[in-house]
Each structure stands twice: as structure tokens, then as C-alpha cells.
């Protein structure tokens, strides 16, 4: 499966952005799709997670209350809904997908395929 992130830009501080994650290649039905995103000279950290049906989310403390992720199978996308944007929120920001759909891990290398990223920079 191939993805595709997109959606990010410069916005100020408390406003709202959503992400979009498409997938091309095979159904995204098959996968469990996360969130991580990676500021420079930080390692990549896992923002938050969808299980394959849609009904389980899993999210860092970091943004929980914030961030929403959804997903619509029908039409292979994944949506990573932000509000209340933070300066520390800003990174690439990357959705991947990986075929185990019982856990939402939080561990980059337990997924599979990874989109090239989208930047959301947040300025106060």
C-alpha cells in the first residue's frame, strides 16, 4: 500500500488543521493506520492511532483532547483533525499503516509503509 500525507501548512497558535492520509495500492481496510510526526533533531514520536474498523483511537498524552483521528474507508483516507495548535506541535508530520490490526502500537518500526510526510509549523 502506498500513502500519501497531506494537508499541513504555517498557522498560528490556537488554530485548527486537519491532516489527511491517502492510501493507493490496496484497500486501507487492511491496516491499522497511525500518526507520528518528527520535529528536527528529535526522534519520531507516535502521535496517535486507528484500529482497521474505525471504533479504536489511541493517542499520546501530548495530544489527547486535541487531535482527533477518524478514518473512512470507503474512500482509503485517514484524517488526523488538530485544534488548539501548540509551537511545540510543529513537525513532519507522517501516517503509516501496518497489517496488524489487533494493536495500535506506538513503535515506528512495527509499521510497514510510511507516507513522505507533511509539515504543520505553529507560530505564536
Known amino acids: 500500500v502506498q500513502l500519501q500525507a497531506s494537508g499541513g501548512g504555517s498557522v498560528q497558535v490556537g488554530v485548527s488543521l486537519t491532516l489527511s492520509c491517502a492510501a493507493s495500492?490496496?484497500?486501507?481496510?487492511?491496516?491499522?493506520v497511525a500518526w507520528f510526526r518528527q520535529a528536527p533533531g528529535k526522534e519520531r514520536e507516535f502521535v496517535g492511532g486507528i484500529n482497521w474498523k474505525g471504533d479504536r483511537t489511541r493517542y499520546a498524552d501530548s495530544v489527547r483532547g486535541r487531535f482527533t483521528i477518524s478514518r473512512d474507508n470507503a474512500m482509503d483516507t485517514v484524517h488526523l483533525r488538530m485544534i488548539a495548535l501548540k509551537p511545540e506541535d510543529t513537525a513532519v508530520y507522517l501516517c503509516?499503516?501496518?497489517?496488524?490490526?489487533?494493536?495500535?502500537?506506538?513503535?515506528?518500526?512495527?509499521?510497514?509503509?510510511w507516507g513522505q510526510g507533511t509539515q504543520v509549523t505553529v507560530s505564536s
Open positions: 503509516a499503516a501496518s497489517p496488524n490490526v489487533v494493536t495500535i502500537n506506538s513503535l515506528p518500526a512495527l509499521y510497514n509503509y
Open positions: 495500492g490496496r484497500a486501507l481496510s487492511s491496516y491499522t
